[in-house]
């Protein structure tokens, strides 16, 4: 009998949430964390996000959905937004898994080509299951190169893992 797979799923949440809302759409974080388990063994799923305090029920909600939420302090622009980038703590995070063998293999979730340097050497080493791009025309050629048969795009997920707001009546 074969065991069941132990993945893991590390996620660039800016550019997965930005992704899919440059198609017209709101992602269910909670029936996302399903889909990556039932799809893709997904026993441990890390969500790398900028902290911003105003937003604390948003992180209970996403850890009370499964997810392991790893925040990086972000900073204030001028115009009122924020910038937090998250890059440097995912890869981080997925060498540091590997090294310790934690998992079986990775699924990489963003378009962005700053990934492919791990993307790559997670390929190379049989230890990439799918890196997830939102979206085809926004997705790196970078990351379409190196991850090969296992680049899968979200834009056909919409009817499965749109948010839909609950009727309050």
């Not at 302090?73 to 898994?97: C, E, F, R, S, Y």
């Not at 970078?142 to 834009?155: N, P």
């Amino acid at each position: 009998m074969r065991k069941p797979e132990n993945n893991y799923a590390y996620i660039d949440s800016n550019n997965l949430n930005l992704g899919v809302r440059s198609m017209g759409w709101n992602l269910d974080f909670k029936r996302f964390r399903v889909y990556l388990k039932e799809k893709y063994s997904v026993s441990t799923a890390y969500l790398f996000i900028g902290f911003i305090p105003e937003n604390q029920d948003l992180y209970t909600a996403l850890q009370k959905n499964g997810y392991v939420v790893k925040f990086k302090p972000v900073l204030p622009h001028k115009d009122g937004t924020h910038k937090g980038n998250v890059d440097a703590d995912l890869v981080l995070q997925a060498i540091i898994d590997c090294y310790e063998n934690k998992f079986d293999k990775a699924v990489i979730v963003t378009s962005d080509g700053d990934f492919y340097s791990l993307v790559k050497y997670l390929y190379d080493n049989s230890k990439l299951e799918a890196v997830l791009s939102p979206y085809l025309d926004t997705c790196s050629t970078l990351l379409k190169k190196t991850a090969k048969e296992k680049i899968r795009f979200m834009d056909n997920l919409r009817i499965k893992l749109e948010y839909k707001k609950k009727n309050t009546a």
